[in-house]
């Protein structure tokens, strides 16, 4: 039987290096949206998704963190949804991007092939190191006459070191990339070379390079007591507060009892999930439940905060939480 695998993987890079060009050029290339929906958001022009708020300007939603999933069919036979996070390159965010990072099991490093790295590529790599997340490094923007992806790899190496990441960081898959034409090889020696529009080496790479999420939730005992770390807050204007993060024991069901257990005052309060919801592309759907490994958004939860886990209503047990000193909120 055909198998549904996870994998977490949160974007990271100085800014304009690419991400968001690359993350969407991944949504675009994994069909999960259609191209009318495409040219819809980005106004008949070209890409840039996840900068675009339009979609949830539309819902009423102002959303902080963006987070976004792809669909894509393994060489290995499998189906695979990759968790693509968002993740602040800059400095001073007041603790999101560790929280963003903490939904993470791996990293994809995008570096421009001309500028190499950048102080926020050691900020925010050394911030996913801290995390004991594994870098994939793409090389980006290597149609760029000036691209220097040798040098550039070097670089890496260097910064990776200087931060004394672990021998097997130090190893990393490295994917170069045009993210504007859309393609991506991990075949230094073909650079020159037309490429068709592809990233499937990029998505292969992540899928063999990022270990999946919890082995435990592969291996059935999503039946543990539930517990979810609330690292995003959405605000609805339909539904309130929409609780975004990640399921670390047991399984999150619509329509069930749980207990938020607040990471400020550790009362505990008893309330019903209204809606699980999956990120498909750009956009949630529901679901009737989400296991332990899985990005997820929950509606229903009154008053529910960054930093709160909500957990099983019989056994409740909090996680900790990554402090913050932000509003938790945005509205727009
Ligand atoms: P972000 O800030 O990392 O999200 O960067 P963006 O994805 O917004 O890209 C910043 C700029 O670089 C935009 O003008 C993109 O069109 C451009 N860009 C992104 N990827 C490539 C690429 O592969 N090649 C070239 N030449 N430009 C790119």
Not at 31 to 49: P, S, V
Not at 101 to 128: H, I, N, W, Y
Not at 148 to 174: G, K, M, T, Y
Not at 264 to 293: C, M, P, Y
Request: with cysteine.
């Amino acid at each position: 039987m055909k198998q549904l695998y996870l994998r977490n993987i949160a974007v990271i890079a100085h800014v304009d290096h690419g991400k968001t060009t690359l993350t969407d050029q991944m949504l675009y290339q994994s069909g999960m949206f259609r191209t009318e929906d495409l040219d819809k958001l980005a106004g008949g022009q070209h890409n840039l998704i996840m900068d675009t708020g339009d979609l949830e300007r539309e819902r009423g939603i102002t959303i902080t963190s963006k987070n976004c999933s792809v669909r894509y069919d393994g060489s290995d036979g499998n189906e695979y949804k990759i968790n693509l996070i968002d993740t602040p390159g800059h400095a001073d965010f007041g603790g999101e991007v560790e929280r963003v990072l903490k939904m993470a099991d791996g990293c994809l490093l995008v570096v421009d092939s001309f500028e190499g790295p950048m102080p926020q590529t050691r900020f925010v790599l050394e911030k996913a190191l801290s995390h004991g997340l594994k870098p994939v490094v793409v090389i980006n923007k290597i149609d760029k006459p000036n691209a220097r992806p040798d040098d550039v790899i070097n670089e890496v190496f260097d910064l990776l070191s200087d931060l004394e990441a672990p021998d097997d960081c130090l190893d990393f898959p490295v994917v170069f990339a045009s993210a504007k034409d859309g393609w991506a090889t991990t075949n230094g020696d073909r650079l020159g070379e037309d490429h068709p529009r592809d990233v499937r080496e990029l998505f292969e790479t992540i899928i063999h390079e990022v270990r999946p999420p919890a082995v435990s939730a592969m291996e059935g005992i999503e039946d543990e007591p539930l517990q979810m770390m609330v690292t995003t807050i959405i605000y609805s204007e339909y539904v309130g507060r929409i609780a975004v993060g990640r399921v670390e024991a047991g399984t999150i069901k619509s329509g069930t009892p749980v207990t938020v257990v607040k990471r400020v005052d550790s009362e505990h309060k008893n309330q019903r999930v209204l809606q699980v919801q999956q990120f498909e592309g750009l956009t949630r759907t529901d679901v009737e439940n989400a296991i332990a490994g899985d990005i997820c958004a929950v509606t229903g939860l009154d008053g529910i905060d960054i930093g709160d886990t909500i957990a099983c209503a019989e056994n409740p047990l909090a996680l900790d939480a990554v402090m913050i000193d932000e509003p938790t909120l945005t509205m727009t």
